[in-house]
């Protein structure tokens, strides 16, 4: 599999609601979210679980996807149309999204070691 086709499966698994914590590595660094700032694999790993327990009805529509792979790592950029609901709340989340992540290939697959999702703020 490529980066791009992990990057495409990754954004498959959120909407199914599939859990998201196999896509990072055991090493992985950093992930910032719209509204997290998420420091380790462990930390990582707690908070995409906690996700998939709150949230449903994920929609995820890449507009910009744009991967480059070399030997042994990748990076991409995308903007991302991203809304879903959580649900404890009920309430519905949406938002134009940039992403960005640098991916490892570890034991033959892609696996993410650093994403960055942000929503730019509307002046």
């Not at 462990?42 to 529509?61: F, P």
């Not at 903007?79 to 309430?91: N, P």
Request: hydrophobic letters at 35%; glycine letters at 8%; a negative charge.
């Amino acid at each position: 599999m490529t980066a791009e086709e992990t990057v495409r499966e990754y954004y498959e698994a959120l909407e199914r609601g599939d859990p998201l914590v196999p896509y990072f590595s055991e090493d992985a660094t950093v992930k910032f979210g719209v509204g997290e700032s998420l420091f380790g694999a462990d930390e990582i790993a707690a908070a995409l679980r906690e996700q998939t327990r709150t949230t449903e009805d994920w929609e995820v529509s890449s507009t910009g996807l744009d991967v480059t792979e070399r030997e042994g790592f990748a990076w991409f950029g995308d903007e991302v149309d991203l809304a879903w609901t959580d649900t404890e709340t009920g309430q519905r989340w949406t938002f134009d999204t940039r992403w960005s992540a640098t991916l490892e290939r570890q034991d033959g697959e892609w696996t993410f070691v650093a994403m960055h999702v942000s929503a730019p703020r509307r002046l």
